[in-house]
């Protein structure tokens, strides 16, 4: 149980162009989500709550006119890459917490490069 | 400083070896703590958590020193397929999952 789906997992788009990553709980609801971001050699970052029906939370340094979040049911979040560049290449992984437990549940993560 | 630190390795062992990763962490305020395993390109899993008292799990013994502020990880027997970058991470809310992620230490085991 608590599973976690994400798509896509690899996408490769042209600078300047918008991509868009979903988030999917399987087999529960998410009222909450997480966004995180992890380049090369580095730690996951988080870069902002999804929260249910209404505005996500971002981390300090992360524009949100450039990544939005939408999370409009209790099962899916999605983020945008918005006029996407070669810097915001990266591996984007959402997570959700485990029901009935003080864990997180990762998504298989999406890899994004921008040419 | 780092809100959680890791050595990053590699360590490379033998087949069999025991080996142990420390991790440290700076807001004394943490809750709740656990070690992640994450596989070249894919997402981070769950390993364990890690227990004020201690814990086991397999060949897996994590432990939690609060007054250090340190979290250590012990793989008993290592085996081929525990080769794998392994995450510190740190709860720093209660009720919240403000997660912060050590960057991860690397282990290969030797054939």
């Known amino acids: 149980g608590a599973v976690v789906s994400q798509h896509p997992s690899r996408v490769i788009c042209k600078s300047g162009t918008s991509v868009k990553i979903e988030c999917r709980s399987l087999?529960?609801?998410?009222?909450?989500m997480f966004w995180y971001r992890q380049f090369p050699k580095q730690s996951l970052m988080l870069m902002a709550t999804?929260?249910?029906?209404?505005?996500?939370?971002?981390e300090q340094g992360v524009e949100k006119d450039k990544f939005l979040i939408n999370h409009a049911s209790l099962t899916l979040s999605t983020l945008t890459v918005t006029s996407a560049h070669p810097e915001d290449s990266s591996f984007y992984i959402c997570s959700a917490p485990r029901p009935g437990a003080n864990v997180l549940t990762f998504g298989a993560g999406s890899r994004l490069t921008v040419l | 400083r780092k809100e959680v630190e890791q050595d990053p390795g590699p360590f490379n062992v033998p087949e069999g070896a025991t080996v142990a990763f420390n991790c440290t962490y700076s807001?004394?305020?943490?809750?709740?703590f656990f070690w992640y395993r994450q596989d070249c390109r894919k997402e981070p899993k769950l390993l364990m958590s890690v227990y004020s008292s201690g814990n086991e799990d397999g060949r897996f013994t994590a432990q939690l020193n609060r007054a250090s502020q340190y979290i250590s990880l012990l793989i008993r027997d290592s085996k081929l397929s525990d080769s794998a970058t392994y995450l510190c991470?740190?709860?720093?809310?209660?009720?919240?999952?403000?997660?912060?992620f050590g960057t991860g230490t690397r282990l290969k085991v030797l054939a």
């Open positions: 087999d529960f609801q998410a009222t909450t």
């Open positions: 991470v740190v709860n720093i809310g209660a009720g919240t999952y403000k997660y912060i």
């Open positions: 999804s929260n249910e029906g209404s505005k996500a939370t971002y």
């Open positions: 807001n004394s305020a943490s809750q709740s």
